[in-house]
């Protein structure tokens, strides 16, 4: 292990074994393997990603377990499908509502934690340390990486009559896009207002370390 990263060598081994375990879950008799891939692939890829760049270019220990989080949130999906997923269908059927919701808890996700990876990036690379300059240009990649996915569900939907409910998640809902894209705003300035002091604090202690 590199002794720049934050993460100790036990937390990285549950890290692993987390992944791990609901990877190999999730590929188990998915709802469809199609969708399964689709929406499984870019934990897979952010995996990739991060082992290629653990000793080069080590993350703070909270963006690893963010992405952690998002993993887990896109493997469940993409077992179930988002809109079949059966605690979010007990809600629906127990408090009346109109759809299952699983995908909004992706769509904040999607805002969420890119926030804190792309603050972790630019404030490390780049000019821009701080201010409103630096909340602006998080938001803005969290936005773009929302809407880019949006484009990737049309993209599919246009290729795959087949698999395109399943993968768009609309349950009937016209402004579907609009809303998801509201999610990952909302999730971003969250993730910015609330965990920018513990954020700090963790990128202050990698550059004593750098």
Not at 32 to 38: A, F, G, H, K, Q
Not at 159 to 172: N, R
């Amino acid at each position: 292990m590199a002794e720049k990263n934050q993460i100790s060598r036990q937390a990285v081994i549950l890290w692993l074994l987390i992944f791990a375990a609901v990877f190999v879950w999730s590929v188990i008799r998915p709802r469809d393997y199609v969708i399964w891939l689709l929406e499984v692939m870019p934990a897979v890829i952010a995996f990739v990603l991060l082992a290629l760049t653990w000793k080069r270019f080590p993350l703070t220990a909270l963006s690893y377990w963010l992405i952690l989080i998002h993993a887990v949130i896109l493997m469940v999906g993409g077992h179930y499908t988002y809109a079949e997923v059966p605690f979010f269908n007990w809600l629906r059927d127990a408090f009346d509502l109109s759809r299952n919701s699983y995908d909004k808890v992706g769509h904040f996700a999607q805002g969420f934690i890119p926030a804190i990876i792309a603050r972790e990036v630019l404030i490390r690379t780049s000019p821009v340390k701080g201010g409103g300059w630096l909340f602006f240009l998080v938001v803005s990649v969290c936005l773009a990486i929302s809407a880019f996915y949006e484009l990737i569900e049309w993209w599919v939907a246009l290729l795959s009559e087949e698999a395109a409910e399943a993968f768009l998640g609309t349950q009937g809902y016209v402004w579907d896009a609009q809303s998801d894209m509201f999610f990952a705003l909302v999730g971003a300035v969250l993730a910015l207002v609330l965990l920018k002091k513990v954020h700090d604090r963790q990128l202050a202690r990698l550059g004593e370390k750098s």
